[in-house]
């Protein structure tokens, strides 16, 4: 067997590496295998479908083409792979230990995605979009960062490939994250704390409100509005599109191969879900097997109760900014003008969902749940206490939804296989846990009327 196991006193494997020939050599593409397409993304001028060349300002064609393809598989260019194998195959361990604190009847299974250079599941895609933007001879990359993981994981990106990256940081993560901007700046990335002075969108929001703390909306204005004014530049998102959410299925293809070596199939899968290209990572390949007449499996997307998207948000057409400048996309929104209250997962603070997994939820081909920063910070540091690792603040919610499951199996009498996706190390958060350590973690809820006039703002599509 050309895969290794690192057995436990007790001979049994906890955690499963396959070898790095079983590297996937393909991106499984959802789109082939559902009933229906996702409706499509619509100009902001006129209203119609979006066609390639309207996105070439942004984005170099191969990413274009990926992002409109109904290609199943979509073969991951070499020196990706070459790359790739530098923390791929990611290993998938059975949590014994959290198992038996919780004295479960469930199986619980985690395929761990902190051990890349950046310490999360970002490189996946932050690699092959600098290498397609390199062969479209693309100087310089901008985006926005949440939490700073997106940022440092296209700088370390950029850096491999000689492409200039600079990063609009939300500010509130810019003055609370120290760390992740110097990671950035080690990797050669600049990064600018927005809203910024640098464009229109962030002069014009400074004017309105000199303290503004900043959102990932606005960072994609800026963003968005740099990249459409310079020829040599293009703009980078690290979640939400089709093609991220592509680039991601590495994780679920390995997991597919090691869940079987483990001789064991999930029942239900979790992860925790910001713009959701993690969880579609893991899910995807597993519902696809589903779709083409495989095994059932029971998927529940982790979100933050104080930025509710796919629990609470509208599916509706929405913009993906707040300044109004990017395609319309219909998904789960809370209105580009939603500001979420202040919570430490950074990468959840998105405003909308992509739209795959918005359609998924739609075709009740997955479930949703939304947990306080609290609840998850207490699975957090159970986690830690009984598998080692500390996970980011974000992929806390996908520990809490797996406890959750675990804790009703062992009421209902059941024992499911439970997998899900830990797509970081929190070792850039720590003031998050020393914050909840000290018991200063508030479980402050969305604002419901600023919630409402935010969806009030929604655009009106005609033919909704
Ligand atoms: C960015 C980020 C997220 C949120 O993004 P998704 O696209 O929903 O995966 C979640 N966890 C971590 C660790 C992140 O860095």
Known sequence: MAAHEILTAASQPRKIVLGEERLPKSWYNIAADLPAMPPPPLHPGTLQ????????????MELIMQEVSGEREIAIPEPVRDIYRMWRPTPLYRARGLEKALGTTAKIYYKYEGVSPAGSHKPNTAVPQAFYNKEAGVKKLVTETGAGQWGSSLSFAGALFGIDVKVYMVKVSYNQKPYRRALMEAYGGKCVASPSLETNAGRHILAANPDSNGSLGIAISEAVEVAASN???KYALGSVLNHVLLHQTV????????MQQADAAPDIIVGCT???????GLAFPFIGQQLRGGRKVRVIAAEPAACPSLTRGR???DFGDTSHM???VKMHTLGSTFMPPGFHAGGLRY???APLVSHLKELGLIEAEAYTQNACFEAGVLFARTEGILPAPEANHAVRGAINAAIKAKEDGTSPVILFGLCGHGHFDMQAYMDYQAGKLEDRMYDQS???ASLEGLPKIAAE
């Open 49 to 60: 479908p979006v066609g390639p060349d309207d996105l070439a300002p942004l984005f170099p």
């Open 231 to 233: 020829p040599d530049t």
């Open 251 to 258: 994780i679920g293809i390995e997991a597919i191969e090691q």
């Open 274 to 280: 910001g713009g959701g290209s993690n969880f579609a």
């Open 315 to 317: 599916y509706a057409y």
């Open 326 to 328: 990017t395609p319309l």
């Open 351 to 353: 405003h909308g969902m």
């Open 450 to 452: 600023a919630l409402d």
